[in-house]
C-alpha cells in the first residue's frame, strides 16, 4: 500500500485515542486496503497487547507515516492439525547444524528482522518505534524469540507474540541458509505439543504456505480466537 493512500484512508476509518486498550471490531477493517482498522495511537505493550487480543496487529507503512493497524480478511493460520515438514527440511534438521534458544537474544532477532532485505520490498515495516514496542511486550512476557546458532554465533530466528494459548507470528530472519526455516519448524512442532492450537501467519506467503498455513475467513479466525483466549489461564492473559 503506497504511503499517500494510506494517509488518504486515515480520513475514513477509526483514528485511536488515548485509552490503550480501545479498538473498533476486526470486522469493521477496510477490506479494499488490505484490512485496514484504524491509524493513529502508538506501541506501547498495552495497545500492542489489545490489539493482539482484538485480531488486529500493527503494520507500519514507514517511518514518519501515521501508524496504521490490520485484520485482514481471509486471514493466514498454520493449524496444528495442519503443519508440514518438507522433506528436504526434514533432512537439514536431522543433520543438527544448529542449537537452538528461547529469548536469548530478543533485541538482536528482532533487529536482524528489521535490517535483512526483503524480495520486493524497498525497505522494512519494523521501524524504530515499533521495535522498542515489541522489546518491551518481551520484558513483560508477551513476546518471545526463538534463535538458531551456528558455532556461537547468531543465525537466524523469528519472534512473536504469545498471549494464553495464541502465538502470534511476526517476522523471521536468516543469516545462514535454513536457519528461520529449522528454527520455525523446531518450535512450531514445540508449541503445538504444548498446546498451542495454531500459529497466527496474518497474510499469506509461500513460505509459510509450505509448512502448511492456510487461508481462513476472518470470521473464523476470530471464533478461533475467542476460543483459544476464553481457555486459557486467567494469568497467561492479564493485561501487561
Sequence with gaps: MAARDTVRMAMSVYRLDSDPFW?????????????????????????????YTSGIFP?????GQPIT???????????????????????????????????EAFPEVIHACASSPRPGQDGTWIT???EKGYCELQRRGFAHSFEAWKDGELAGGFYGVAIGDCFFGESMFAHVPDASKCAFATFAQRMFADGVPWIDCQVHTDHL???????????????????ALSKSTPDSTSRP
Excluded at 481471509?74 to 537439514?92: G, M, N, Q, W, Y
Design 23 to 51: 479498538f473498533p471490531p476486526a470486522e469493521e477493517a477496510v477490506a479494499e486496503y488490505e484490512g485496514l482498522v484504524a491509524v493513529g495511537g502508538d506501541y506501547s505493550p498495552e495497545r500492542l497487547f489489545a490489539a
Design 59 to 63: 503494520w507500519p507503512v514507514a517511518e
Design 69 to 103: 493497524w490490520f485484520s485482514p480478511d481471509p486471514r493466514f493460520v498454520l493449524k496444528a492439525e495442519d503443519l508440514h515438514i518438507p522433506k528436504s527440511l526434514a533432512k537439514t534438521l536431522k543433520k543438527r547444524l544448529f542449537t537452538y534458544t528461547v529469548d
Design 128 to 130: 524504530e518505534d515499533l
Design 209 to 227: 504456505a509450505r509448512f502448511g498455513a492456510k487461508e481462513i475467513p476472518r470470521s473464523e479466525y476470530l471464533k478461533l480466537l475467542d476460543e
